[in-house]
């Protein structure tokens, strides 16, 4: 949903802030508009070609080095390469994106190509801000590289447009389909007879059980305590239905203070109040806390569905996990127990002043064909955002738990973007505040007023390009 909006992992560092995007605008347009159109390199569309890609331009791309690897890509460049022998083509993959690239941007000189993921990311309220991502528009409307008839907005998972539009204008593919829940051991309920609870008394009851038999319930990665607000604001959307994020993402006053979001706090409060969470969990960073959780000691976790690859080396045999919605606050709840928070991740961009801007937006086009995202779904064991892009392919078993989550959850599914439009306000502010609160520091009301607090100064900072969310 960003990556792991998919993988998004250690706090904020390093960001491309808003002055800094000022600074950024100024040096690279520095002449900008002849070297633009010096540099670029145009093709002539064609039914075959219908971006106008120059057959022999060289094409540059920059991957984002975290747990889907770099394989993938050199996967889809190979496809590229296929289609235009004639074009070199220069890889390179970071973990550190912004520190690589921001001097490149700056100079009006970037890669034809960004996953701009990971911690390290360049801001995008920044980027957006500054007219720095070309829009990709023309992408969704060409037609798909091997789906006959149809152009790849119809080859696309609902809701893959809206995370990556800002201001009604398509900047971003997200190309990773993820979904968020709660994770568990099919095995270890299994062999201990448990079943998995849809309401929240339920859910405490098998906590108490389960903690009982010598297990923790919960853990969670405490250096990156907003995993942890991923299942907290579920819970109240689910309750309160989803124009609750809809508050969330567009900055309302008191959005945080709702009565779902009230309702949601109070219960998730339970776990920390009765003790269900392992011992030490506030100390462990996500690797520590999923490894912890895949050797038994806590049943429970809460993560997106890159889960499953990232923990592949040390997932015992025949573990089994598997992926399920936040349990119903009650019979209130305006969404059903099947709703699951699904959405488009792991962001890549055609930077505005790209040399090979075409290129840039085919070599999309070839991520986004049948060929392409089923490669991708083999190798990383994760969901692109193409339909039907498992068809014929061999699921691992967490996998195949969040492809059938998802299709029960259908029409019902819900995210919130607020971490995509401000990204300091997910990664310093309310993963501050859910490190007090799920650490038993704070209570339900003073998290939310903290919440709350961070979301107003973001509102109240004119430096902060701001985002309407219509739907």
Excluded at 197 to 209: R, S, V
Excluded at 237 to 266: Q, R, T, Y
Excluded at 372 to 383: E, I, N, P
Aim: hydrophobic share 35%.
């Amino acid at each position: 949903m960003n990556r792991r909006e998919i993988l998004r992992r250690t706090a904020a560092a390093g960001l491309l802030a808003t002055p800094a995007a000022g600074l950024l605008a100024g040096c690279a347009t520095s002449g900008g508009d002849d070297k633009k159109d010096t540099d670029t390199y145009k093709g002539t569309k064609s039914e075959q070609n219908p971006l106008g890609v120059k057959e022999d331009a060289p094409l540059e791309v920059v991957i984002f080095n975290g747990g889907f690897g770099e394989e993938y890509a050199k996967a889809h460049e190979a496809m590229y390469k296929e289609k235009y022998p004639k074009a070199e083509i220069k890889h390179a993959a970071t973990q550190e994106i912004n520190k690589t690239l921001q001097p490149r941007f700056v100079d009006g000189n970037p890669p034809d190509v960004v996953n701009n993921s990971g911690a390290g990311q360049i801001d995008f309220n920044g980027l957006v801000s500054q007219d720095a991502i070309a829009d990709l528009s023309e992408l969704l409307d060409a037609p798909s590289l091997d789906i006959p008839g149809k152009t790849v907005r119809d080859t696309l998972l609902p809701g893959t447009v809206e995370v990556g539009s800002y201001d009604g204008k398509f900047l971003v593919l997200n190309y990773t389909y993820t979904a968020y829940g709660i994770w568990y051991s099919t095995k270890l309920f299994t062999d201990r007879g448990w079943q998995y609870a849809k309401t929240w008394d339920e859910h405490i009851a098998l906590c108490k059980q389960i903690k009982a038999a010598g297990i923790a319930p919960w853990t969670y990665a405490g250096k990156h305590p907003r995993y942890m607000s991923w299942p907290l604001i579920a819970t109240a959307i689910k309750f309160g239905g989803p124009s609750v994020a809809m508050a969330i993402d567009n900055l309302e006053p008191n959005a945080w203070k709702s009565d779902a979001m009230k309702a949601a706090a109070d219960a998730w409060h339970q776990i920390v109040k009765d003790k269900y969470i392992l011992d030490g969990s506030p100390g462990l960073d996500h690797v520590q806390s999923q490894t912890a959780w895949c050797q038994g000691k806590a049943a429970f976790i809460s993560c997106g569905s890159w889960l499953e690859n990232e923990q592949a080396k040390v997932t015992p045999a025949g573990f089994n996990m598997t992926i399920a919605p936040t349990p119903s606050l009650g019979s209130g709840d305006k969404l059903p127990f099947e709703a699951i928070r699904g959405t488009a991740g792991e962001p890549f961009m055609v930077p505005a002043k790209a040399k090979n801007l075409a290129g840039g937006l085919e070599y999309m086009r070839v991520m986004l064909s049948k060929k392409g995202s089923q490669d991708f779904t083999k190798k990383v064991s994760s969901l692109p955002v193409v339909a039907g892009a498992t068809e014929g392919v061999e699921l691992p078993f967490g996998l195949g738990t969040v492809a059938k989550a998802l299709d029960a959850s259908g029409s019902n599914g819900f995210n919130w973007v607020y971490n995509n439009y401000y990204r300091k306000l997910e990664r310093e502010l309310v993963d501050a505040a859910c490190g007090e609160f799920f650490s038993g520091r704070i209570g339900p009301a003073e998290f939310l007023d903290q919440c709350q607090k961070g979301a107003d100064s973001i509102a109240q900072d004119s430096s902060i390009k701001k985002y309407k969310r219509a739907g």
